[in-house]
């Protein structure tokens, strides 16, 4: 799933007060030493992934939200910050074994405890370590199942006026 709910939809559009985004990036595979649950937002939190409550471990990440896309696939780089060596090593060690992809799902939540208001999921292609900070930059690939523009809601003031300054 890639749409956004219409809630989500309504906090892009307007951010109404009171409401905040929380990013939630997990990463699966057989070879991990635990399923990695990060978020961006400054406290940790619980939510639901895969139909179960998981803790969200802060940890910085930026998401690079995948460019238009017409050709059936969506692409995204994320880069995963001061993770240490070991978590890199485990990371790169899971990507080398070509049967057994590792899945990432990202998912925005605007409630602690709730579902996502949006899920992109997607396997990881290839791990780009950093030499020197701890880092890394995953690119992941997932089917755009609907072969339609990615993305497929475009905020314009005509259908959302309060986007006017």
Excluded: C
Excluded at 91 to 113: F, K, P, T, W
């Amino acid at each position: 799933m890639v749409d956004s709910s219409a809630r989500l939809q309504k906090y892009y559009a307007s951010a109404p007060a009171g409401e905040i985004a929380r990013e939630g990036l997990s990463l699966f595979h057989s070879a991990f030493s635990q399923t990695w649950h990060f978020t961006n937002f400054p406290v940790e939190f619980s939510a639901n992934v895969r139909g179960g409550s998981v803790d969200f471990l802060t940890h910085p990440f930026r998401f690079r939200e995948p460019d238009s896309s017409t050709t059936g696939k969506i692409e995204v780089l994320v880069d995963i910050f001061n993770s240490g060596p070991d978590f890199i090593a485990e990371l790169q060690a899971a990507a080398a074994d070509a049967s057994d992809r590792i899945e990432m799902e990202y998912n925005v939540y605007l409630e602690a405890g709730a579902g996502a208001e949006r899920t992109i999921l997607l396997d990881v292609q290839a791990v780009s370590p950093s030499q020197s900070s701890g880092s890394a930059t995953i690119r992941a690939v997932g089917a755009n199942v609907l072969n339609s523009q990615y993305p497929r809601k475009y905020y314009r003031t005509s259908k959302f006026p309060g986007l006017r300054r």
